[in-house]
């Protein structure tokens, strides 16, 4: 077997929010189409790899957020409903198609789809997706990252320490709670990394995390193996690099994803039936939402979808990235002088298994080329860091995925009067932690509330969804809610007046984190 290795980590995150199952909003919808498209078909791979036992490796994040909300009862209730409406609007489109032989044959199998995806989450997973990814993970088959409590981006914060560390503290408790598991890595969220941030992960236990390929790229000194091999710092935190290049591969202008034969994502009954086919399913909703009925190839003209073709290609471009990805290692343990090399491959889920339907189908088969073939092996961060005191001694640079690999598009012109916002009631959290040390009662809730909202505040997701314009509104409407939500607890506490019903009704609408404790902003020794 190659000391060659392949590292899979694939990303899952939703922003937070208090879902509303009544008229099923399109954020609460995301996290329903989340759970049938990539979380589900992942486990379900996980377990086909399983019984045919193929050995599989790979890392994966969870967002605290995200699991948040596939814990709540009400989003599992929520989910179940959903699908008996869309099974419901798919018996209505098996008797629609019924003379067009190919969309019935389509229709028909989304309905089977449903009624199993209802069966596995309902007796096979319990509703409980999170203890199934932990199964996996307590089995060394999957490696769980932790990462920050509202996926914020650290290095806006990064002159705040004890910001950053509330971040992380949060993070780890969530994950400890969720997961029963003391990580070892970290997800720095959109892979943004500042100088100095290791030693505050360091400090909670921490061991590595992975950046953009141009923060290993641009570090002093040059990596002699570049991105194929993990490099330390001074106290020997390790720093993987994720692989540009098989981004491109897969999602990029000419990427697998966009093979004609593959499954048009974006042409959905429930933007082109009629409105009074899609009542029963939109309830008292006046707005179109997409549905899992999709009938038509990416191809520009009305070719309609064919399940066996697109299993063909995704075959043969599973074993065309293996191929691509030996070769890229042999050749770069060559010029490393014989040397083992590894490569980072992360995903996010929204394109791994939403944007592109045959995505998870596409890794199952990937694992299984890697299996059959003695070059390379499938590995986790933590089998590569048993040797990282052997690691080069390096300072890595400032990157991030997002923007031109400095994060630039999460504060833009459209965004940045954000983070005057966020910055000012971090510092004035920070301020209420050492002047409040240690209280109780009703003042104690009152931290631990606007704990949540600074933290909710600190989330990258409101000023993405800004600058990438998918619900604007929305992200402006939950920014500005948490920052008018801890103005009130401040202002409530410098004048000793506290509303009861006002502080029971926001906690209650902001039940994330039940463990916290506003003490994680207080000043470290």
């Excluded at 910001?163 to 598991?181: D, R």
């Excluded at 088969?365 to 070059?375: G, H, M, P, W, Y």
């Excluded at 690999?405 to 000012?424: A, P, Q, S, V």
């Excluded at 505040?457 to 939500?485: C, R, V």
Aim: charged share 25%; aromatic share 12%; proline share 3%.
């Amino acid at each position: 077997m190659s000391s060659n290795s392949l590292i899979f980590h694939f990303v899952a995150h939703k922003p937070y929010y208090k879902t509303n199952n009544e008229d099923y909003s399109s954020q609460t919808q995301a996290i329903f189409y989340a759970i049938s498209q990539v979380y589900m078909p992942l486990l379900n791979m996980f377990a086909s790899l399983e019984l045919d036992e193929v050995p599989f490796k790979m890392g994966m994040t969870i967002s605290p957020t995200l699991c948040a909300q596939l814990s709540d009862p009400e989003i599992q209730q929520g989910y179940v409903e959903w699908l008996d409406k869309l099974i419901e609007l798919g018996e209505k489109e098996c008797i629609k198609n019924d003379g067009d032989e190919k969309k019935l044959e389509l229709a028909k199998h989304y309905v089977k789809c449903l009624k199993r995806d209802k069966i596995d989450f309902v007796e096979t997973f319990n509703m409980d997706l999170i203890s199934k990814f932990s199964y996996y993970a307590k089995k060394g088959n999957i490696e769980l990252f932790a990462t920050s409590a509202t996926f914020s981006f650290l290095p806006h914060i990064a002159d705040f320490p004890e910001a950053v560390n509330a971040q992380i503290e949060q993070g780890l408790i969530s994950h400890k709670n969720f997961f029963g598991i003391a990580p070892e890595g970290f997800y720095l969220p959109h892979l943004g990394y500042t100088n100095g941030l290791e030693a505050n992960l360091r400090s909670y236990g921490l061991n590595y995390t992975i950046l953009d390929a141009q923060g290993l790229l641009f570090a002093k000194p040059e990596p002699s193996m570049g991105i194929f091999s993990p490099v330390r710092s001074e106290s020997s935190f390790a720093f993987f690099a994720r692989d540009q290049q098989s981004e491109r591969e897969i999602f990029g202008k000419n990427g697998y994803m966009k093979n004609p034969i593959y499954r048009n994502q974006t042409r959905d009954i429930g933007f082109d039936s009629d409105l009074n086919e899609l009542s029963d399913f939109l309830g008292n909703s006046s707005s179109r939402k997409e549905t899992v009925f999709k009938y038509f190839q990416q191809k520009n003209d009305d070719s309609i979808y064919c399940i066996d073709q697109a299993n063909a290609q995704v075959l043969a471009d599973a074993k065309d990235f293996v191929a691509k990805k030996v070769d890229t290692l042999e050749k770069a343990s060559e010029i490393c002088g014989g040397k083992d090399c590894s490569l980072v491959c992360t995903f996010d889920a929204d394109t791994l298994g939403e944007k592109w339907y045959e995505g998870i189908n596409w890794l199952e088969q990937v694992f299984r080329e890697i299996a059959a073939n003695d070059k390379v092996e499938a590995k986790n961060c933590c089998d590569i860091t048993k040797t990282q005191y052997q690691f080069e001694n390096v300072r890595v640079a400032f990157s991030s995925e997002q923007g031109n690999g400095y994060g630039e598009n999460l504060l833009t012109n459209g965004n940045d009067w954000m983070i005057r916002y966020m910055r000012k009631n971090t510092e004035r959290m920070i301020d209420l932690a050492d002047r409040f040390s240690e209280k109780t009662g009703l003042k104690s809730r009152a931290l631990n509330l606007a704990t949540k909202e600074v933290l909710l505040s600190q989330s990258s997701d409101w000023p993405l969804m800004i600058y990438d314009k998918t619900n604007p509104d929305f992200a402006k409407e939950q920014f500005i809610k948490t920052i008018n939500g801890f103005s009130t607890v401040y202002e409530s506490l410098g004048s000793n007046t506290i509303s009861t019903e006002w502080l029971t009704n926001l906690e209650k609408e902001h039940d994330l984190f039940p463990w916290t404790n506003y003490m994680i902003f207080s000043k470290k020794l």
